[in-house]
């Protein structure tokens, strides 16, 4: 039998076919033990209607085989069509996006020469579950959620990651000053599963400051944890100050499958003209060789390519007069790591993996936890309404006769403007008025005959949000005074 590893491969659009084909060239010659299976997606798969950019037989391929190496794809111009990546991330689960950022000084110009971070990125949750929507006329809404099993799963992955590779630090990176309910959950789990991890130091920043310090300089940091959206535009800021997003490969990792890419795009412009440079999906591979437990295969590559670009052999996007040597295409980039295999980098540090790095365990490792009590105390009813001061409306309501529950505020935007608003605050046509129990908690009836009661005054509520108590602790946030 062979000890051949199914894997699934795209080749993609743009420079996604060269890069591939180069990439493959340089695993096949490493000796990689592998047996592809290749699939179509993006463009053409697109533009032949399927509006996902991937047909129902490769999501078969990808839960045979649970390994996707991915070339960049190219998502058509025009509306209608979705995410791929958001698409195999959600439909595969891959909650996990590891990145590493690794600076090559001397041999690649960056501003930081000892740079060394790894970002995990969270993959599945806030603001890109998509859930949005145009509420009134002025104002547009976009769902941010986390979970608690979210970010139980990313957090712990970060801290088994930073063990697994002998890293010392895990920083959080979150908002938890302003999005004191969300951010304040992850941050809360950070702290809660560091205990667990006493040999690794775990500290955290404000997303804002900790970005700038990231930004200069990294030295400060090893592996960063953060929600989605931190996550995604950090990652590519970290790329890039390392040297360049062309340099960059990353790991989707999920309970089953995983996938492999580069983090840069298709570069059409750049397509079929043998310059595109091969680095980000080569250590993409890389990333996919360990996880397979191919360490030594990974091993001779990664040191292969760092001998190469410790050689002065650059591709047009990293190549500068005076350090690079020789200028080559893609193809020639591939020969080049391929007459290298076997040998390590003089100067830059060569790579070790050992057998047993493989995947961080990507099982469950959700808490056990008994659910709070909940109860059901009031009722948010954000309303439609245009027509005239925040005194106004505070004093139309409440002649609305309503049944158990009383007017308690009412905030724009999140800063209260009933009973007690600043006349400088600009208001738009959404408001949230928020009822409380008169007594200490409410019915969903109760509600309903609020809604009937509000709307039969003539005010168009558009969403009501239930306020609750979770083990007596207020489950909503308070208005800006
Ligand atoms: P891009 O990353 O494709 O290219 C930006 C620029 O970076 C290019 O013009 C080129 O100058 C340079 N560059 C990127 N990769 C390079 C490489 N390997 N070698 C040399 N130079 C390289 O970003 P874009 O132009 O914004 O997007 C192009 C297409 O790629 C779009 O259709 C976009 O949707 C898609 N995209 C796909 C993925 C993916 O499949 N994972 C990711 C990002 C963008």
């Known amino acids: 039998m062979s000890n051949n590893v199914p894997i699934t491969v795209a080749h993609g659009d743009g420079i996604g076919p060269e890069i591939m084909a180069a990439t493959l060239h340089i695993l096949k010659e490493a000796g990689a033990r592998l047996d592809i299976e290749t699939i179509e997606i993006g463009e053409k798969v697109y533009l032949a209607g399927n509006s996902a950019g991937i047909a129902p037989e490769a999501w078969d391929s990808l839960r045979r085989t649970k390994v996707f190496l991915k070339a960049p794809i190219t998502t058509p111009q025009g509306g209608g069509y979705k995410s791929l990546n958001v698409a195999v991330r959600k ?19 960056t501003k930081h020469p000892v740079m060394d971070v790894v970002i995990v990125r969270e993959n599945e949750e806030d603001l890109y579950a998509g859930i949005e ?3 009134t006329d002025q104002v547009e809404e976009c769902l941010k959620l986390i979970s608690r099993p979210g970010c139980e799963k990313i957090v712990r992955y970060a801290f088994e990651y930073a063990r697994r590779n002998n890293r010392k630090k895990v920083t959080c990176f979150i908002k938890d000053n302003i999005m004191k309910q969300t951010d304040g959950l ?26 700038a310090k990231l930004a200069d300089p990294p030295e400060n940091f090893d592996v960063v944890v953060m929600p989605n959206l931190y996550g995604d535009i950090l990652s590519d800021v970290a790329a890039q100050i390392a040297g360049s997003v062309g340099l960059a490969g990353s790991a989707n990792i999920g309970e089953n499958v995983a996938m492999f890419e580069a983090i840069h795009g298709s570069a059409p412009r750049r397509a079929g003209q043998n310059l595109a440079n091969p680095s980000g999906l080569l250590l993409g ?3 996919m060789l360990v996880h397979i437990n191919q360490t030594d295969i990974a091993e001779r590559v990664h040191n292969a390519w760092l001998r190469t670009l410790e050689d002065g052999v650059h591709t047009y996007d990293i190549f500068t007069d005076g350090v690079s040597k020789e200028k080559v295409g893609t193809k020639e980039f591939a020969e080049a790591v391929v007459k290298r295999l076997g040998q390590k980098p003089e100067t830059l540090k060569a790579i070790s993996y050992k057998a047993g790095d493989e995947a961080v365990e990507a099982k469950p490792l959700i808490s056990n936890r008994a659910p709070a009590k909940k109860e059901l105390v009031g009722v948010d009813v954000f309303l439609d309404w245009h027509t005239g001061s925040a005194e106004e409306l505070g004093a139309s309501l409440q002649a609305v006769k309503t049944e158990g ?12 403007v009933w009973p007690a608003g600043q006349p400088d605050t600009f208001c738009t046509d959404h408001w949230r008025c928020r009822y409380f129990a008169n007594d200490s908690t409410i019915t969903h009836a109760q509600i309903t005959t609020l809604l009937q009661a509000v709307a039969g005054a003539g005010f168009d509520f558009i969403k009501t949000e239930n306020l609750y108590n979770f083990d007596g602790k207020a489950g909503y946030s308070g208005a800006t005074k």
């Open 285 to 287: 591979a890389v990333l």
């Open 133 to 135: 929507y145009r509420q």
């Open 405 to 416: 529950v009383k007017l308690a505020l009412i905030s724009n935007r999140g800063v209260e």
């Open 91 to 109: 439909t595969l689960g891959l909650y996990a996006n590891v990145r590493p950022c690794v600076s090559y000084h001397p041999f690649v110009e």
């Open 186 to 211: 992850f941050h809360r789990v950070f702290d809660e599963i560091s205990t667990d991890y006493t040999d690794i130091t775990a500290d955290h920043w404000i997303v804002d400051i900790g970005a």
